[in-house]
T-cell receptor, first 118, second 119 residues
């Protein structure tokens, strides 16, 4: 049973390019969370998605960032026109049910994508 | 807003010794979860231990235990019989149990403590 898979592991982009980060949740999981970790900092929540729905995007920057979790395929975090400040590790996590209701649902993290903007 | 504070950027412990990592948090909620995550150089976030705020008994997982002081909003992690494999970043995290919106699902992390284990 593969864990949460993120790719690529490392992504290098030049300023102004687009970055696409992919996350395949654990098998059977339909809830995905994206977090960002800046150097020497803890993880910061960005967005919470269920299949085809954004549930909470309170941590997403208002511009250039978007996320989706289609019915088929991985969740995608998309960053348009990247800037140097976007350089960070982006983590995806998944759970099997809505933690809001279950309460003690365990969250599984991927190994992250390290985005470097030149 | 909830905040989590880890005041020790780095800690060091000798192999087989015991070390305690500190964490304090601020919240107006009465029902929540607290976590300690380990992040080794591989970057994988690994859940070490979890505490439900309504439980007075401190959680333990093998060599890992917590000292949960709800009134003081303190949640420290004790690692006994430290091993070289314990060297990593350790993050304290918080989550409320439930809310009327979907925000209950997000974790709030501290800035981490880097633990070194020496021979």
């Amino acid at each position: 049973n593969a864990g949460v898979m993120q790719n690529p592991r490392h992504l290098v982009r030049r300023r102004g390019q687009e970055a696409r980060l992919r996350c395949s949740p654990m098998k059977g999981h339909s809830h995905v969370y994206w977090y960002r970790q800046l150097p020497e900092e803890g993880l910061k929540f960005m967005v919470y998605l269920q299949k085809e729905n954004i549930i909470d995007e309170s941590g997403m920057p208002k511009e250039r960032f978007s996320a989706e979790f289609p019915k088929e395929g991985p969740s995608i975090l998309r960053i348009q026109q990247v800037v140097r400040g976007d350089s960070a590790a982006y983590f995806c996590a998944s759970s099997g049910s809505e933690m809001l209701k279950v309460g003690n649902e365990k969250l599984f993290f991927g190994s992250g994508t390290q985005l470097s903007v030149l | 807003a909830q905040t989590v504070t880890q005041s020790q950027p780095e800690m060091s412990v000798q192999e087989a010794e015991t070390v305690t990592l500190s964490c304090t948090y601020d919240t107006s909620e009465s029902d929540y979860y607290l976590f300690w995550y380990k992040q080794p150089p591989s970057r994988q976030m690994i859940l070490v231990i979890r505490q439900e705020a309504y439980k007075q008994q401190n959680a333990t997982e093998n060599r890992f235990s917590v000292n949960f002081q709800k009134a003081a909003k303190s949640f420290s992690l004790k690692i006994s019989d430290s091993q070289l494999g314990d060297a990593a970043m350790y993050f304290c995290a918080y989550r409320i149990v439930r809310s009327l919106t979907g925000t209950a699902s997000k974790l709030t992390f501290g800035t981490g403590t880097r633990l070194q284990v020496t021979l």
